[in-house]
């Protein structure tokens, strides 16, 4: 009985230092100190208007545009989800054909054994933020194609955007096509 | 894989390494009996929560430990269960998120309670704010806590101490331990861009025109306490894949330090209450080999890519990357998978489903043998079992009654240690075998993989860790149930029957130690160590494994 009786007030105890006094306690410092992480490193185009997150992927499917990584939720960022395919799962070897045939049509000038396989495979979130910087590259030649935007620029804005590794040893390098979009969007915008 | 990734791997094993003493000596100070100069900073707090809660600080027998744990854990269960089925109804709802039905809010309470966190619940909308903070938060705080105090308890009984007090424990394990580094660790995750925020989902115009919404909410205080408590619960459905869960390397790298923390830290502590630092360093450098080798064959096998795929003309240069994150690439994907398992966290940063057969074994096989440093307290007992089955082998094969820590291991601890090894297995195959029978429709991945889908729920089930093979269509009321019971028997099964050998081997007078004892603190004993571990894994469930991925790898490469 004694048990009970302690296990109950603990549990109330704890219920409000762990679950609302410690979350609440680190969202007003994060708030004050790092509003913008805080609140999911939004980003603003030069009008002012909120165009995504920083950290979350879109869904861009027009060719003049770079493209990220396939995404089975098509970057619908109130979810989050992968269909789990093994890598005996026949529908994820027809889904890499498709895509591999898509490429084709959309990307002449690159033969398809040259595309990195982050292009070709589905991310693990469904909102992965980043491409390879070789995933950027071969699209070079479609988007020039596209928008008429010179090769060798679209280099130096796919370098422009390049992020290294953390400390130069963690993780790999990456280009986040969200950011890189905005720039060809202005680009185009000139053009 | 590049040089790079292997440094990387390095740096890992080092700052683990290097973390791991200094814990391990002030967990060990922090559950001392004497007086500390941590009294001085903890005790206003404690003694708060001592008064607010009645709690005598007197020393309990084994089975009151015992009864203790397992029933406020139980009760804990209850309260959290109510909460779920009424959330509905309770405030701080803005979402109108509506009641769980029985069996989710059966398995979800269990889950959390157990230190498992294996959700059949999806993260962005199952539950309320309340439920998520007093719920689920709560319980992520409790579970570690209960389950350190049982193996802190456990090393007093064999160094001939008293075994304490349970809730004496608890507090000091969450006012000491995990509360004070998840306050530093949320803060730092926020800086490297993870959320904290109560505002609701933001609305944004993507660069193409379409409305994209975005899911946010108090991550980071959770993400937290999920790794260092070894908990592993996503706040969103992809758990650490997600990039406001996971923004880059340097949290990843962080994410597996916290998971790697205590469980490497925790030998060491034992080698210091016990008296006996060589020993604890003997357990903590077998371990760690374990560890390498399985990080080594996974990373390996995700290199190599999928055969499938090469045989369409698909480059892999960079790995298998189906299911993973461009930001971790091949070597932050592998170790992080082989961390989560090792540590029985069950966090994930990319989907273990989509893993190469190989590399999917590898977590798999972390969690049979759930000794690879294993959950917080939870896995270090599990160590000590398998000591003492390793000083028992040595002691037949002498023909000398075994001795560990001075103390003759007989009849009686030798049947308790007999039956916590056997649930384990009996918990994962039994179960494994009636759904195969009665529920193989919910399998997503025919073929061999499917055998693995369903044996990787139970085998995560019942080694409470949490992570899963998620194309498995688990949110049924069969697979909340059944991975609800094996989640309960395998977290307190082996609390009740470790605890009596504590309990048993407390009582002993120690036998002074001659030439003829033999040494469980050298090379000879990690060896056979290590081989009592993996013989015994291996007779369990070799056949199983070689139905489920190895039958799957040979297929692939056909």
Known sequence: MKIITITLRVSIVFMLLCGVLYNLAVTGVSQAVMPFQANGSLIKNEQGELVGSKLIGQAFTDPGYFHGRIS???YNGAGSGSPNYAPSNPDMLSRVKESMEQWKAENPQVPVEEVPMDLLANSGSGLDPHISPESARVQIPRIEKETGIAASELSHMIERHTEGREFGVLGEPRVNVLELNLELQQARAQS | MTTMA???????????????????????????????GLDRWFGPLENLIYRLCGIRQENQSWKQYAMSVVLSNTLMILIVYTIFRIQGMLPLNPSGVASMEPSLAFNTAISFMTNTN??????????????????????????????????IAFIRGLAGKPLGNFFVDLVRGITRILLPIAFVAALVFVALGVPQTLEPTAVVKTVEGATQEIARGPVGSFLAIKELGNNGGGFFGVNSAHPFENPGAISNMLQMLLMLLLPTSLPFTYGIMVGNKKQGRVLFVSMAMMFLLFLGISIASEQAGNPALHALGVNQMQGSMEGKEVRFGLAQSAMYSVVTTASETGAVNNMHDTLTPLGGLITIANMMLNTVFGGVGAGFLNVLMYAMIAVFLSGLMVGRTPEFLGKKIEGREMKLIAVTMLIHPFLILIPTAIALFTNADTISNAGFHGLTQVMYEYTSSAANNGSGFEGLGDATSFWNLTTGIVMYLGRFCSVITMLAVAGSLAAKKPVPETSGTFRTDNALFAGVFLVAVLIVGALTFFPALVLGPIAEQLTLLS
């Open chain 2, 6 to 36: 292997w440094i990387s791997v390095a740096l890992l094993l080092l700052i683990a390494c290097l973390l791991a003493r200094p814990t391990g000596h002030y967990i060990a100070h922090a559950f001392s009996n004497e007086r500390t």
């Open chain 2, 118 to 151: 294996l959700q059949h619940y999806s993260g962005e909308t199952g539950l309320s704010y309340l439920s998520q903070m007093i719920g689920i938060v709560f319980m992520m705080f409790v579970a570690p806590a209960s389950l350190l105090s049982v193996a």
């Open chain 1, 72 to 74: 089975s939720i098509e």
